[in-house]
């Protein structure tokens, strides 16, 4: 954990957030900006830069990662009609947390998946 990183003082409950979906190496909750009906944050607990890294350093933590990202859009209702998962990953991504994380996009059409 790093103690100045927000997404690993959530995790350690010390900011509070809207938790939607918890396992033991992962933690789901809404997004304070949201940029969709639904837009759920899913981080693993342990600390990794971005997704490359967490991928490299912890293969089977990525696919829980991947897990949970699916239950969350299961358990809001967007598997009939669609959704996104999203890793952004570097400052031209527009990453702003350096901390893995998956954004769950989904409750209405999303158009094109980047703008022209």
Do not use: W
Request: proline share 7%; charged share 15%; with cysteine.
């Amino acid at each position: 954990m790093s103690d100045t990183c927000l997404f690993c003082r959530i995790a350690a409950g010390e900011i509070p957030a809207t938790v939607v979906h918890e396992t033991g190496t992962t933690l789901a909750f809404r997004d304070i900006g949201p940029k969709a009906p639904v837009h759920v944050l899913v981080i693993p607990k342990a600390h990794h830069a971005n997704v490359g890294e967490l991928a490299e350093a912890d293969p089977a933590l990525a696919g829980a990662v991947l897990a949970a990202a699916g239950a969350v859009a299961k358990a809001e209702g967007l598997t009939g009609d669609g959704y996104r998962i999203i890793f952004n990953t570097g400052p031209h991504s527009g990453q702003e947390v350096d901390h893995a994380h998956a954004h769950v996009l989904g409750g209405a059409p999303l158009g094109p998946m980047l703008c022209q």
